[in-house]
T-cell receptor, first 114, second 111 residues
Framework: DAGVTQSPTHLIKTRGQQVTLRCSPK?????VSWYQQALGQGPQFIFQ???????QRGNFPDRFSGHQFPNYSSELNVNALLLGDSALYLC?????????????FGQGTRLTVV | SQQGEEDPQALSIQEGENATMNCSYK?????LQWYRQNSGRGLVHLIL?????REKHSGRLRVTLDTSKKSSSLLITASRAADTASYFC???????????FGTGTRLKVLA
């Protein structure tokens, strides 16, 4: 049973560029959430997708956008990259409408903006 | 802003000893989850405890929840060098779908 998979594992981008990160949820899960983790901090919620729609959004600018596909996989897009966007980006999957279930995380994508 | 705060921020123990870390949070919750993270990699799910539960066990892990004090504790018994990691609590306030994480406890188990 494959867990949550993310790609790529590492990425280096230049300021001003755009980046797309990908996530496949754990088998049987239909909900995908994205988190940003700066060095030495806990993960911060970016947004959650359920039934191909953004269900909730954290305190992140519109430069951060996402998408969920019919197979439940998801993408996180970040436009106009800033140095401060350098972080570990984590995808979490879970099941169900309530949100009151276990969330399983992938290994993350380490984004470095230079 | 951070909802949860883990305490202590860092903990160093000898192999075989027990490790206890605490989490405090600010609002009511649906559930609380504990995660482990090795060297900035992905989060490994350890245990979920719901707001109507007081204690849960999983192998060498014991989690307690006191909703009146808005706090939880994670006990790792008979620790091993492989338990060296950062441990985070994450809370899910009612009416939201997001998990709010604390800043974590860095545990070091010395062989």
């Amino acid at each position: 049973d494959a867990g949550v998979t993310q790609s790529p594992t590492h990425l280096i981008k230049t300021r001003g560029q755009q980046v797309t990160l990908r996530c496949s949820p754990k088998s049987g899960h239909d909900t995908v959430s994205w988190y940003q983790q700066a060095l030495g901090q806990g993960p911060q919620f970016i947004f959650q997708y359920y039934e191909e729609e953004e269900r909730q959004r954290g305190n992140f600018p519109d430069r951060f956008s996402g998408h969920q596909f019919p197979n439940y996989s998801s993408e996180l897009n970040v436009n106009a990259l800033l140095l401060g966007d350098s972080a570990l980006y984590l995808c979490a999957s879970s099941f169900g409408r309530s949100g009151n279930t276990e969330a399983f995380f992938g290994q993350g994508t380490r984004l470095t903006v230079v | 802003s951070q909802q949860g705060e883990e305490d202590p921020q860092a903990l160093s123990i000898q192999e075989g000893e027990n490790a206890t870390m605490n989490c405090s949070y600010k609002t009511s919750i649906n559930n609380l989850q504990w995660y482990r993270q090795n060297s900035g990699r992905g989060l490994v799910h350890l245990i979920l405890i719901r707001s109507n539960e007081r204690e849960k066990h999983s192998g060498r892990l014991r989690v307690t929840l006191d909703t009146s004090k808005k706090s939880s504790s994670l006990l790792i018994t008979a620790s091993r060098a492989a338990d060296t990691a950062s441990y985070f609590c994450a809370t899910a306030p009612p009416g939201t779908y997001k998990y709010i994480f604390g800043t974590g406890t860095r545990l070091k188990v010395l062989a």
